[in-house]
């Protein structure tokens, strides 16, 4: 019998190991590897191979049903401006009046309009579903957007695949990430062992947030610290979780597959077209950008867990729990928190009423998820491990905010 | 449909296996820039794998960046907690930070769930160094 692990071949008897250091040998630290060794540059060309044959098998004999899709997404794109903009006036309105709840009230209808994009999106390209002989949605997400472009396919893996490949600034880049995130994830673990356990055992009130207030403030900091001024996370992910997370999506068949490639579209649409930061301005516009680029993160993690077909309370606890408190109150929090400190009204404004205004808008967003999974779902056993990792993941965040409002 | 999602399944498996033999031979080769790509980029396609954990926190090891690698092998814990491999590499990294209690606590946990004979070895070495 082998000590076996998740996801690792069968493992080989360990040797002995020198005092701060480490041996390779043996299988000292490691297991060997499976397959004979291949130069990084080739493994990153297969890996670009791959995926471009999987988007051609996608494209194949689709050209028609794609270009009504893209204009379809066009559409929808032009529509969210739309409404983003009217918000955005409302907001302008309301900030000259001095008119705070006005204020608020219009950014939560920007995060309205994101939501409803949401299922807009899905909803448009999941239509497309039966039609296709593959999944058009198992597609990267670099690909999506660049139909709202009009680039092909082909071309816009390549452009994807010539990041990955590109030496030095890549390494880099991915060092930085690993960094950034090890960092966080390891404050991460540390901080949902302790929250999930209490919310586990069904304990409320203001002594649990006395209790975690610590812990969390600090894991928010390590959040601001680790990874929002670490310019390597954002860029990997912009590129690396995207085009190599979704392939394990691909394989997931799950329907936060679809929900993740929607979001990852979003937060692409936005990269490229600048609309939170021309809409709310550079720095709240950031902050929204970066919670939709966590937000989609985390749910190709999800998504992802479903590949291993692994139980995902078991498995993604960790990451399900606090980058979910995370993404809620970094997306939403850090935009007003923004206005807030740039207007110097935080002694004037009637928090508990603004946050429980924001806790309708999460649920909000909330039913949409929920009612996107039931549109999309249909095996029965995926539905029900869907929706409880939904309703889970918000109750999380639901539970965050309720003692943030009994706290205000 | 079968036919191509198997097809499909394998490519993706070949791909994380290649991936992790050029991030295994560069960290031995103590090529670091290397090894972060190769198994950062198999942690970004298979995170719940604890392999790309692990070598990322030898690839820190490596490079003495001690916190780093205790971190990378937390997280491998959490994605195989029936592993002793990251309990390993994270008593051998809190020794040399001089964070014996907690070490040595670890190698307790590893000593419960290992089953080689070679393993509890290795157990005992880095325990007789802390």
């Known amino acids: ?408 | 449909m079968m036919t191509h999602d198997i097809r499909q399944n394998q490519q993706i498996n070949e791909a994380r296996e290649r991936l992790y033999a050029a991030g295994f031979h560069a960290l031995a080769a103590h090529d670091g820039r290397t090894a972060y790509k190769s198994f950062g980029l198999m942690a970004a396609m298979c995170p719940l794998d604890e392999r790309p954990w692990l070598g990322l926190g030898a690839t820190h090891e490596q490079d003495s960046d001690w916190q780093l690698a205790a971190g990378c092998y937390r997280i491998a814990r959490r994605v195989a907690e029936r592993s002793p491999r990251p309990l390993l590499g994270e008593a051998r990294v809190l020794g040399v930070l001089g964070k014996l209690a907690e070490a040595r606590a670890l190698l307790n946990q590893a000593e419960l769930i290992a089953q080689e004979p070679a393993t509890f070895v290795q157990i005992e070495e880095i325990r007789g160094n802390l």
């Open chain 1, 1 to 408: 019998m082998t000590d076996m692990a998740i996801g690792s071949p069968p493992v080989a008897p360990l040797p002995v190991v020198l005092p701060g250091t480490f041996s390779l040998e043996g299988e000292a630290t490691l297991p060997r590897p499976t397959v004979a060794e291949g130069a990084s540059s080739d493994t990153l060309a297969m890996l670009m191979e791959m995926m471009q044959s999987l988007a051609q098998q996608t494209i194949e004999g689709k050209s028609l049903e794609i270009q009504k899709t893209q204009n379809s997404l066009t559409q929808a794109v032009e529509e969210l401006s739309k409404k983003l903009q009217e918000a955005a006036r409302e907001a302008a309105e309301a900030a000259a009046n001095n008119d705070d709840e006005g204020f608020f009230g219009s950014v939560c209808k920007m995060v309205d309009a994101v939501a409803d994009w949401v299922g807009e999106a899905v909803g448009t390209v999941a239509g497309k579903v039966a039609d296709f002989s593959v999944d058009l949605v198992t597609a990267p997400a670099d690909i999506i957007a660049a139909m709202v472009q009009g680039q092909s396919f082909a071309q816009a893996l390549s452009t994807v695949g010539d990041n990955l490949a590109t030496d030095g600034h890549v390494a880099g880049t991915v060092k930085g990430f690993t960094s950034g995130v090890a960092k966080f994830m390891t404050d991460v673990a540390e901080f949902s062992v302790a929250y999930l356990a209490v919310i586990e055992a069904g304990v409320r009130g203001d002594n649990v947030w006395d209790a975690l207030k610590g812990e969390f403030e600090n894991l928010g900091h390590s959040f601001m610290e680790n990874l929002v001024r670490n310019p390597s996370v954002m860029e990997v992910t912009g590129w690396a979780l995207k085009g190599l997370a979704v392939a394990t999506a691909l394989v997931s068949g799950g329907t936060l597959g679809l929900v993740s490639v929607a979001l990852f579209a979003l937060s692409e649409l936005n990269q490229r077209y600048g609309i939170a930061e021309k809409v709310l301005g550079p720095e709240n516009g950031k902050l929204v950008s970066l919670g939709l680029e966590v937000a989609s993160t985390c749910f190709m993690l999800y998504a992802g867990g479903g590949f291993d077909n692994l139980d995902l309370k078991q498995t993604t606890d960790v990451i399900r729990g606090a980058a979910a408190i995370v993404q809620g109150s970094v997306m939403i929090g850090g935009a007003i928190d923004g206005y807030m400190e740039a207007n110097k009204v935080a002694d004037e404004i009637d928090q508990t009423a603004e946050t429980q205004s924001l806790m309708n808008r999460i649920a909000r967003l909330q039913r949409t998820l929920e009612s996107l999974i039931d549109e999309l779902d249909e095996k029965v056993e995926q539905h029900q491990r869907s929706q409880k990792t939904a309703s889970s993941l918000f109750q999380i965040q639901g539970a965050t905010f309720e003692a943030s409002v009994v706290r205000a």
